[in-house]
């Protein structure tokens, strides 16, 4: 069975500073991995996804992640954090076909000024 | 492209009263489409996975004669909540996967119950 851990409900950085949100998944399959972004009350937004080619990934509005297989890890960085990040983060992991995604329990990212 | 919609985007109702909740792919066809819930601050919970023309799989743990799930066609599936009540208030998330890559699911923007 699949599943996802992230590392940290709520992670508060400095405007500017890295940001860095944590994802370790579980699957026995190579596996497809997602990051998707959560405004208060809106649906998700689609970060960035692994699907098996490039290890680093980059994704919208200057997020990246690399598939580490070594260390079962996809986590997400930002070099420099803005105000607009300060949302919900959710990592998730997908096999092929008809799978369902199934999803961490989230990161709050706050972004102090 | 891959637009999924749901409508409507809010709804309250009072206690003991349905609710159907639309999830329609605007420009591909939904082979398979998966219904979430979240409660605040919380994840998003599986509740059910539906193929097109067959009955839908509930996850444990959810009640598949309150939520009734039909996925008619290609592009629309429905999620009913029968006799709600104030529990199931809820962020009621569809997604949808068809003849696009297969990894890829596609959500709509959530509709927000409310039961009074």
């Known amino acids: 069975a699949q599943s996802v851990t992230q590392l940290g409900s709520h992670v508060s950085v400095s405007e500017g500073a890295l940001v860095l949100l944590r994802c370790n998944y579980s699957?026995?399959?190579?596996?497809?991995l997602f990051w998707y972004v959560q405004y208060p009350n809106q649906g998700l937004q689609l970060l960035l996804k692994y699907t098996s080619a490039a290890t680093l990934v980059k994704g919208i509005n200057g997020f990246e992640a690399e598939f580490k297989k070594s260390e079962t890890s996809f986590h997400l960085t930002k070099p420099s954090a803005h105000m607009s990040d300060a949302a919900e983060y959710f990592c998730?992991?997908?096999?092929?076909?008809?799978?369902?995604?199934?999803f961490g329990k989230g990161t709050r990212l706050s972004v102090i000024a | 492209g891959a637009v999924v919609s749901q409508h409507p985007s809010w709804v309250i109702c009072k206690s003991g009263t349905s609710v159907k909740i639309e999830c329609r792919s605007l420009?591909?066809?939904?082979?398979?489409m998966f219904w979430y819930r979240q409660f605040p601050k919380q994840s998003l919970m599986l509740m059910a996975t539906?193929?097109?023309?067959?009955?839908?799989?509930?996850e444990q743990g959810v009640e598949k004669d309150k939520f009734l799930i039909n996925h008619a066609s290609l592009t629309l599936s429905t999620l009913t909540v029968t006799s709600a009540h104030p529990e199931d208030s809820s962020f009621y998330i569809c997604?949808?996967?068809?003849?696009?890559?297969?990894?890829?699911?596609?959500f709509g923007p959530g509709t927000r119950l409310t039961v009074t």
């Open positions: 997604s949808a996967s068809g003849d696009r890559v297969s990894y890829e699911q596609y």
């Open positions: 420009d591909f066809q939904a082979t398979t």
């Open positions: 699957s026995s399959v190579p596996p497809y």
């Open positions: 539906s193929n097109e023309g067959s009955k839908a799989t509930y």
């Open positions: 998730a992991v997908r096999n092929s076909g008809n799978t369902p995604l199934v």
